[in-house]
């Protein structure tokens, strides 16, 4: 993949650590997220009858973690967590984490309220027929998976005659 070499007149990196949140950020994140919602209503991809929802956000490894529904998204946000300083970063890098459940990789965000933040869109643009009720609760039952432990662990035969008997039976 090409990507552009940074200079000054274009970097979009912030000058100075970014601070972490001592408290549950997402009452913030989803106002946030409804301000720019206003600015999308005429986009093709909006959907009307959603919400801009936020479950509140959990402490996972010093950093805040959570979802965010949005008329036109669902997306993974990881936000600095209490007493964390992260190093600034160009808007647009990504980043893979592992978390419980599975590796993500996350872009490199920002808005007016938080200038810096990882999201990782899980369903974009929404289905037409989600409801808002189900798309709650698909923000809610998202940021439970990505933070459970898979409940089993694949096996894998390391033999390929093993994986020809299996299709043929």
């Given at each position: 993949?090409?990507?552009?070499?940074?200079?000054?007149?274009?970097?979009?990196?912030?000058?100075?650590?970014?601070?972490?949140?001592?408290?549950?950020?997402?009452?913030?994140?989803?106002?946030?997220?409804?301000?720019?919602?206003?600015?999308?209503?005429?986009?093709?991809?909006?959907?009307h009858g959603i919400k801009c929802?936020?479950?509140?956000?959990?402490?996972?490894?010093?950093?805040?973690?959570?979802?965010?529904?949005?008329?036109?998204?669902?997306?993974?946000?990881?936000?600095?967590?209490?007493?964390?300083?992260?190093?600034?970063?160009?808007?647009?890098?990504?980043?893979?984490?592992?978390?419980?459940?599975?590796?993500?990789?996350?872009?490199?965000?920002?808005?007016?309220?938080?200038?810096?933040?990882?999201?990782?869109?899980?369903?974009?643009?929404?289905?037409?027929?989600?409801?808002?009720?189900?798309?709650?609760?698909?923000?809610?039952?998202?940021?439970?998976?990505?933070?459970?432990?898979?409940?089993?662990?694949?096996?894998?035969?390391?033999?390929?005659?093993?994986?020809?008997?299996?299709?043929?039976?």
């Amino acid at each position: 993949m090409y990507r552009h070499e940074k200079t000054l007149e274009n970097s979009t990196a912030l000058e100075g650590v970014i601070t972490g949140f001592e408290q549950d950020p997402s009452a913030l994140f989803q106002s946030a997220m409804e301000a720019v919602s206003k600015e999308m209503q005429d986009l093709p991809f909006y959907r009307h009858g959603i919400k801009c929802y936020c479950p509140k956000f959990v402490l996972f490894e010093n950093q805040w973690i959570g979802t965010v529904v949005t008329p036109w998204m669902l997306s993974v946000v990881i936000l600095p967590g209490k007493g964390q300083q992260w190093q600034p970063r160009e808007l647009g890098d990504k980043l893979t984490i592992q978390l419980p459940y599975k590796s993500l990789t996350f872009t490199v965000s920002g808005i007016a309220q938080i200038p810096q933040y990882l999201s990782c869109s899980l369903h974009s643009p929404l289905n037409a027929v989600l409801s808002n009720a189900q798309a709650v609760q698909l923000a809610q039952d998202c940021l439970r998976m990505i933070l459970s432990m898979p409940t089993k662990t694949p096996s894998f035969d390391q033999d390929r005659r093993s994986l020809f008997r299996a299709m043929v039976k």
